[in-house]
């Protein structure tokens, strides 16, 4: 038994057509990618993509509670659903994601209206938990689950670049993190399921792929008795070559490496590997080794530093993002100072950044030493100062030179221009047409030449 069904007094739906739904996703690329799974189920039961949000007759909103405005989003959501169901009682209404693993029956409670309440590891299961709503039921489906394979063809936001899950959860236990009590314990994919998904993309025309896990150097440690560990161990170092040479793929990504188990071979594989972009992800968090410390993140400024120089001596043009919060329990002044000088030296591209909020179930949100909003707001507004100061820097060594772009799509806000992004994960914009009068299409690879440079894309042309 994997699923409570809490007892109710509707009747079973009667309905045999299915309807439209709608999907809203909070949160990361993970939760995108949970999203896209769960719409090509609901394709596959027979629910067509509705045209707009509020005619949908099945509503799923997959979603995030990395910090406390992303939870309250998700409520200011709900309650329109909410109310409407009240004059459309047919109207299905599924919490899926991060918070409905944290809140679970609370929500359920909160909200009646809703009829399931499902966490992420559940994202496969959804036909199943969908079946027992048609069955009168009001179903919670929360509970630690191993994750099935993918059965169901996701139904996938870009028809060019695509994310494909390597491992689910997170082991770790920042101090100030939700996402391994809502998200589970790590558990990898096998190599031949990542492969096999992979050349399914390459063959219906996908150019790019991203690997996606929290942690995704943790990729393989759960596969102990795994038979590919016997003979080698299975690391994401390994993965890389394994899925490097599929006919059609021409970039690899991956997201979100950890610097406490980010490797000089991963390094060398990289460098090594040319359809591997030059890109890494790689979150700091903190410019104070006493701050690393109380946040738990097991590595210090200099092991961080010493990972940075070795990714620029072996590929000097990598570019390198990351993430960091601020205002932490206890963060001095000084060790606020630190975390901007940590990026005045790396000279990221870009940094994401958050003032430290309190989470449910996490040891850092009980400490005493919280520090008031207003440190929040100033330090999070002086920190983004300097990394839309510094990204505009190192957008500069763009300047004039001849980028390799994956066209992913038209510019949204002008038709008469094209999308995509150099190997180094920069957003350019560029003309439809080569000089020539050649028309490009998305998934096609050109060259352009930079021309005008701002902090967070680039423009380009083909002379
Ligand atoms: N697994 C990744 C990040 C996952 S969450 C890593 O280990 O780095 C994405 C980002 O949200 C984190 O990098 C962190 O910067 C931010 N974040 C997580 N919890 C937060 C909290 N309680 N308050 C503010 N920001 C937080
Ligand atoms: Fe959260 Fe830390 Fe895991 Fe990242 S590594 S998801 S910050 S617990
Ligand atoms: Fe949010 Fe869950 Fe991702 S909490 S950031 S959607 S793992």
Redesign the pocket.
């Known amino acids: 038994m994997t699923t409570s069904l809490v007892p109710t007094k509707r009747t079973p739906s009667i309905r045999n057509h299915r309807g439209s739904y709608w999907i809203t996703t909070f949160g990361?690329q993970m939760n995108k990618a949970d999203s896209e799974r769960m719409s090509g189920i609901l394709q596959t039961m027979g629910y067509q993509l509705a045209e707009e949000e509020l005619k949908a007759d099945l509503i799923l909103y997959n979603t995030c509670t990395?910090?406390d405005n992303a939870e309250q989003k998700v409520y200011s959501y709900l309650g329109r659903q909410a109310r409407r169901k009240k004059t459309d009682p047919n109207l299905k209404i599924v919490i899926a994601g991060c918070l409905a693993q944290q809140e679970g029956e609370t929500l359920l409670r909160r909200v009646p209206e809703i009829d399931l309440v499902m966490g992420p590891q559940h994202a496969n299961r959804l036909e199943t938990l969908l079946n027992q709503v048609d069955n009168g039921h009001q179903v919670l489906a929360t509970d630690e689950q191993h994750i099935y394979e993918d059965i169901a063809t996701a139904r996938r936001e870009s028809a060019i670049c695509g994310w494909v899950n390597i491992i689910y959860g997170?082991n770790?236990r920042?101090t100030?993190?939700?996402?391994p009590s809502v998200r589970g314990k790590e558990q990898s994919r096998t190599p031949q399921a990542i492969k096999h998904e992979i050349e399914e993309l390459a063959r219906i025309g996908y150019k790019e792929i991203t690997l996606l896990g929290?942690?995704i150097d943790a990729y393989g440690r759960d596969f102990k008795t795994f038979e590919y560990n016997k003979c080698r161990k299975l690391t994401l170092s390994y993965l890389l070559e394994y899925i490097h040479n599929i006919e059609g793929i021409e970039r690899i990504r991956f997201a979100?490496s950890?610097p406490r188990y980010f490797t000089k071979e991963l390094i060398d594989v990289c460098a090594k590997l040319p359809k591997v972009c030059e890109h890494f992800h790689i979150?700091f968090?903190s410019g104070s080794n006493k701050v690393l410390k109380n946040m738990g993140r097991g590595y210090t400024v200099q092991s961080y530093k010493e990972i940075i120089n070795y990714i620029k001596q072996k590929m000097p043009d990598a570019s390198i993002t990351s993430?960091?919060?601020v205002a932490f329990p206890g963060e001095t002044k000084d060790q606020f100072e630190e975390t901007l000088s940590l990026i005045d030296d790396v000279k990221f591209d870009l940094v994401?950044t958050?003032?430290?909020?309190?989470?449910p179930n996490?040891p850092?949100a009980s400490w005493p030493n919280q520090l008031p909003e207003k440190v929040k707001i100033d330090r999070l507004r002086e920190i983004n100062h300097l990394v839309e100061k510094t990204a505009k820097e190192r957008n500069l060594r763009y300047s004039n030179s001849s980028q390799e772009i994956l066209v992913e799509n038209i510019n949204s806000k002008d038709s008469s221009q094209l999308m995509g992004r150099t190997r180094t994960n920069r957003l350019t914009f560029f003309p439809r047409s080569s000089s020539n009068g050649k028309s490009h299409q998305p998934g096609d690879i050109v060259n352009v030449i930079i021309n005008e440079i701002r902090p967070f894309s680039l423009t380009g042309s083909f002379s």
């Open positions: 990361c990395i910090r997170c770790e920042c100030y993190c939700v996402v929290q942690n979100t950890h979150p968090q993430d960091a919060i994401n958050a003032a430290y909020s309190p989470r996490t850092a």
